[in-house]
């Protein structure tokens, strides 16, 4: 969690990411809480594409970035593969999805 809290904090205000893909490394639910606060910045980069699997992330993370992918932004295409999210964070994913049309996957 501490290499991807230094990597958020270093894209905060880059214009040009739009893919953020940490893919298999053990983010866990405190790493993908600071990938939900970058996301909720104001000067966030304009990430298109987020890929978060095999992260094992479980239901906390999953409503952290729940609160996130229920607003409209860049995002476009989100990655959750094989992670411990429960049906608490797979109720919460959906609600953000039925909130945010702008999600293509």
């Known amino acids: 969690p ?9 894209l905060r205000k880059n214009t040009t990411v739009t ?9 866990g ?4 809480a600071h990938v ?11 990430v298109a594409r987020l890929s ?9 993370g999953a409503c952290a970035l729940a609160e996130v992918l229920a607003e409209p932004s860049c995002l476009e295409v989100v990655e959750l593969m094989n ?3 429960d049906d608490k964070g797979g109720e919460a994913l959906l609600a953000a999805l039925k909130k945010n049309k702008r999600l293509k996957q």
């Open 2 to 10: 501490e290499e991807i809290e230094y990597i958020c904090r270093c």
């Open 19 to 27: 893919q953020l893909n940490a893919s298999l490394n053990p983010l």
């Open 29 to 32: 639910d405190r790493g993908a």
């Open 36 to 46: 939900a606060a970058l996301l909720a910045a104001p000067d966030k980069p304009p």
């Open 52 to 60: 978060l699997n095999g992260c094992s992330i479980g239901a906390e």
């Open 83 to 85: 992670n411990s999210i």
